[in-house]
């Protein structure tokens, strides 16, 4: 019963907006397939709305129509560099205040300087630790230590600083 409560409120953010509140939504924007099935997968079976992107090209357009609660996004992008992409998106009135999270290979510590100076909130490096990727999440969208079983976790994330 409760799935296909669920179920009925996931539809209906897509169609009325009604139910709003039962998942919180996050645009993952991966060029490689299996990491983007991994990170949709994940969010999915933490109860989050997750909407794939492909392509940076396509994100903020995306992103627009979508309007994530979260944007999860890789680096090392084609076409466009993350970047890049992050400067677009905080340059767009519409999207600048939704918090950014980058799951790069990019792993030394002046890459995630250049990363969060670019804009981006949080910062993950692969190969991802599972725990410390869904506690990053949980941390920007305000649900940390709310875990399906109830029980408090340990961050494990790191968070922007200030």
């Known amino acids: 019963m409760i799935c296909l409560w669920r179920a009925h409120c996931l539809s209906a953010i897509r169609n009325s907006g009604e139910c709003a509140d039962v998942a919180k939504k ?21 109860e989050y709305a997750a909407e794939p ?19 999860v996004m890789d680096i090392q992008l084609p076409h466009v560099s993350g970047f890049e992409l992050i400067g677009q998106l905080k340059a767009d009135l519409a999207l600048r205040a939704i918090p950014i999270m ?11 300087e250049r990363i969060r100076a670019a804009g981006a909130d949080a910062y993950v490096s692969k190969p991802i630790s599972l725990v410390r990727f869904v506690d990053a999440v ?7 230590g709310k875990s399906r079983e109830g029980t408090p976790r340990g961050s494990g994330s790191r968070p922007a600083p200030g």
């Open 138 to 144: 949980a941390a920007l969208l305000g649900t940390h």
């Open 102 to 112: 980058a799951v790069t290979a990019y792993a030394g510590r002046e890459d995630e």
């Open 26 to 46: 996050v645009l993952v924007v991966e060029d490689n397939e299996l990491n983007l099935k991994l990170f949709c997968d994940l969010l999915r079976a933490h």
């Open 53 to 71: 992107v492909r392509d940076g090209r396509e994100a903020v357009a995306r992103a627009r129509d979508f309007m994530p609660d979260l944007i």
